[in-house]
């Protein structure tokens, strides 16, 4: 097995795997939309070894941060292969996105009233529109209260006042586009139609024409059994047919999990095992922190390393830390871990290694399996690194 030899904890991304997701979405544009452009989204995992990756393969990059632009810029990115989006742009870094050509998402009043006065002829300016949730199945987006938080309220009338905000910048020559991303749980094929359905109504009553259109992210990517690109490109392509043409309107994707998701494996080793009550405690090198530092999961794609073959009943797999609840999994009827023996957990490239923080030991080192071998793209936080990640400039306080 490729991570054999690897000290752990360690994230290993598999970069054929990674070419495979990003061939595999720009296969189905190319056979559906051609003028289309994917863009990654860089919270999902900002690991800068994946910014330049993803610079070279031709894929931009979805910011939602100053910070998150200054850092793709720093990975091979110019203004040009940006989307900028979210709430919290600031002033210096929205004006620098006008001028150098970014795609720019607006969702504040802040937003509005700099675009009003920075933005361009010929700035890509978009609007996020928010899309009701009442009409997604309830299955598909879980519950929220009063509403999806991101996006312009076309019926509340936020919409119509948005677009009056951005006059000035439309008669400057700007070009307005939708923005319409919406987090669902399931990531089906029907939150994509319902996004575009919802697109061409807003079209239709707004009298808009757009230069183009952001369906946003969201989706799966290279896990077998759910759904592809092709249908979710079909599914988007079938709604939008009917107001917009794939010749002159642009549709943007902005994947993070698809992309990047299914690549990475985390290697653990077992440190300790007892038992207590019915159940084996097995204590990791890993963490919850590592593979689900929101804490909701509670099962993994994984597989064992171990010369084992007595089986154990009920083992109770658990994290580093002294939280009580840092327990990754139960598992039941599998062969009895022992000390040293490996752990490894698949598919947890997303929301994982640049999310969990350094509770107690500090990030793990980052490998990726590529043409050139298994090669390190991340060196562990020294206590050196974290003290000065905690301090001010001032010598005296890094003592
Ligand atoms: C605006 C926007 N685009 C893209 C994404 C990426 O989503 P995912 O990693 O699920 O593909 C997100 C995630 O929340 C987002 O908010």
Redesign the pocket.
């Known amino acids: 097995m490729v991570s054999d030899g690897i000290p752990t904890p360690a994230f290993v991304i598999n970069e054929r795997k990674l070419e495979a997701n990003i061939a595999s979405f720009n296969g189905a544009l190319r056979g559906i939309w051609s003028n289309a452009q994917l863009a990654y ?1 860089v ?2 995992n900002s690991l800068p070894w994946i910014l330049r990756k993803m610079s070279q393969e031709g894929v931009w990059a ?1 910011v ?1 941060s100053d910070e998150e632009y200054a850092l793709a810029l720093q990975c091979g990115y110019d203004d040009s292969r940006i989307i900028f ?1 979210g709430p919290i742009k600031g002033e210096s870094f929205i004006k620098k996105a006008f001028r150098g050509g970014a795609v720019v998402n607006l969702d504040s009043r802040a937003d509005l009233d700099l675009c009003a006065r920075f933005a361009e002829c010929d700035s890509m300016v978009g609007l996020r529109v928010n899309v009701p949730t009442d009409l997604f199945d309830a299955g598909d987006i879980g519950v929220f209260d009063g509403g999806f938080r991101f996006g312009f309220d076309c019926p509340s009338g936020g919409f119509s006042d948005a677009l009056e905000a951005i006059a000035p910048a439309l008669r400057r020559g700007a070009r307005i586009g939708l923005h319409l ?1 919406c ?1 669902s749980v399931t990531r089906s094929e029907s939150v994509y139609r319902t996004i575009a359905k919802y697109a061409v109504a807003v079209m239709e009553r707004f009298e808009i024409a757009p230069a183009f259109i952001d369906i ?4 799966f990517g290279g896990v077998e059994g759910k759904p592809t690109p092709e249908s979710y490109l079909s599914a988007i392509h079938e709604e939008l047919a009917c107001c917009v043409d794939p010749a002159s309107t642009m549709l943007f994707l ?5 992309l990047i998701g299914s690549t990475t494996d985390l290697v653990t080793s077992v440190l300790d095992v007892k038992c207590v009550g019915d159940a084996s405690i097995v204590t990791t090198d890993g963490s919850r922190l590592h593979i689900d530092p929101l804490w909701k999961k509670n099962a993994y794609l994984y597989s064992l390393g171990t010369s084992s073959v007595a089986i154990c009943p009920k083992q109770v797999v658990c994290g580093y830390t002294c939280m009580d609840h840092d327990r990754i999994m139960t598992i039941a009827d599998r062969p009895a871990l022992q000390v040293g023996d490996r752990i490894i957990y698949h598919r947890v490239g ?1 929301y994982s290694m640049t999310l969990g923080g350094m509770f107690i030991r500090y990030l793990p080192d980052v490998y990726v399996d590529g043409p050139s071998g298994v090669v390190k793209v991340r060196d562990t936080i020294s206590v050196e690194d974290y003290i000065a990640i905690n301090s001010t400039g001032d010598l005296n306080h890094r003592r």
Not at 216 to 219: E, V
Not at 254 to 258: F, V, W
């Open positions: 989204s919270k999902t979805e939602v989006n991303h987090n946003g992210g969201g989706f902005e994947p993070g999990s698809a997303a």
